[in-house]
């Protein structure tokens, strides 16, 4: 297996000029097909477990959940080991298209019904801080992610009424988010919108590097390809991995796609969902940087990233539905296409047509569940 993936990391080495895909990717993802961030930046190989382990906390997972967990246990003086199954932002975290915002997709006005006015604005709170945090560990450990604030939109697709997108508005400032109402959205004629100011986006490999890296200097123990088999809490906790051995700990974070210590309550209450997303090269500076939303069901969403010298990436995702409900992927990916090149006509050709088609979770009730 170990030479089988090491031939895969040479293969996305050799294609990073060129339109292929990269067969059996698999093994070093959670998809089948190629992240764009693959191609700008490969994430670190870390060893397995091979011995027992006594420490503080033992975090299951190594996407931006459990890294972000291992590294805020660890600067308050905690003593971490994190098992990942696969590598570094293996999972889902290495498959999103890495927009940081407040503009909910369960909107505000949805959360405010089903939960009321204060557990909604806790709710953007804690999606504003989240951001936040980002931010500053980006500052702290100097980590080049191309990290930057920008602005949302928020517009009309599909269905949905103006008078429902005013709702919005209005729900998105009772529970504290800084919005502003505009005529349109940048470079297309989208329409009334609502503003999101101090959203962000980065490249989320380039991020996991550096939080990896801060991770280590600290102290954390990272192992990868580590599949965690079993966990025990109590005073006794412990987690037992595939290949029998132990990491003996005072608590344990699951912080993985879903909780694998929990099949039954937690899993019925989370749906699976099928995402796509493509990227565009655009002209060098065609595209401002900011993030787009339209509110269609299912949406679309659009950002921009820097690719080369003369070109930057436009990256279009949508097409959302539950996994299993739906076999026209061609058809989804036509959709995203067509929704690109009628807004977006500098779009040239394609890098990597699927660029992720990852999976998401979404709760059965409105908003997060923890």
């Known amino acids: 297996m170990e030479s089988t993936r090491k031939k895969i990391r040479d293969r996305i080495s050799t294609v990073r000029t060129s339109h292929q895909d990269v067969d059996d990717i698999s093994i070093i993802s959670s998809g ?8 700008q930046t490969m994430l670190p190989e870390l060893k397995p477990l091979t011995a027992d382990e006594t420490t503080d906390v033992c975090v299951i997972g190594a996407g931006i959940a459990g890294l972000t967990t291992a590294y805020l246990l660890a600067k308050s003086g905690r003593q971490v080991v994190v098992l990942e199954d696969g590598d570094i932002g293996s999972g889902e975290t290495g498959r999103t298209t890495a927009h940081l915002f407040t503009a909910l997709d369960d909107r505000y006005m949805n959360l405010q019904s089903h939960w009321g006015k204060d557990a909604t604005r806790l709710t953007a709170e804690s999606h504003m801080k989240a951001v936040d945090l980002i931010e500053s560990i980006v500052k702290t450990e100097n980590i ?10 928020l517009f009309i697709g599909g269905t949905t009424t103006q008078k429902e997108l005013h709702e919005e508005y209005e729900a998105a400032q009772e529970s504290g988010v800084p919005v502003q109402w505009v005529p349109s959205a940048p470079v297309f004629e989208s329409g009334e919108a609502i503003r ?7 490249q989320i490999n380039q991020y996991l590097i550096g939080l990896t890296n801060a991770c280590l200097k600290m102290g954390v123990k990272i192992f990868t390809q580590t599949h965690a088999l079993d966990t025990n809490g109590g005073p006794q906790a412990n987690v037992k991995t595939a290949d029998g051995h132990f990491v003996h700990c005072k608590d344990i974070v ?3 796609n879903v909780p694998i210590n929990d099949t039954v309550t937690m899993y019925l209450k989370l749906t699976p969902y099928r995402s796509y997303a493509m990227a ?4 060098k500076g065609s595209v401002p940087k900011c993030l787009w939303w339209d509110t269609a069901d299912p949406y679309t969403y659009t950002r921009t990233n820097s690719y080369d010298s003369d070109s930057d990436v436009l990256i279009v995702g949508g097409q959302d539905h539950p996994v299993g409900r739906a076999h026209d992927f061609d058809q989804r990916y036509f959709q995203l296409e067509k929704w690109t090149r009628d807004r977006f006509p500098q779009a040239g050709g394609f890098r990597f047509r699927r660029f992720d088609c990852g999976r998401s979770r979404s709760s ?3 908003g997060p569940r923890l």
Do not use: H
């Open 32 to 39: 089948d097909t190629l992240p764009f961030w693959f191609l």
């Open 144 to 153: 080049e992610c191309e990290f930057s604030r920008v602005d949302g939109y």
């Open 196 to 202: 999101f100011p101090g959203q962000g986006q980065f």
């Open 254 to 256: 699951v912080a993985t």
């Open 280 to 283: 565009f090269k655009v002209p």
């Open 364 to 366: 059965r009730g409105k």
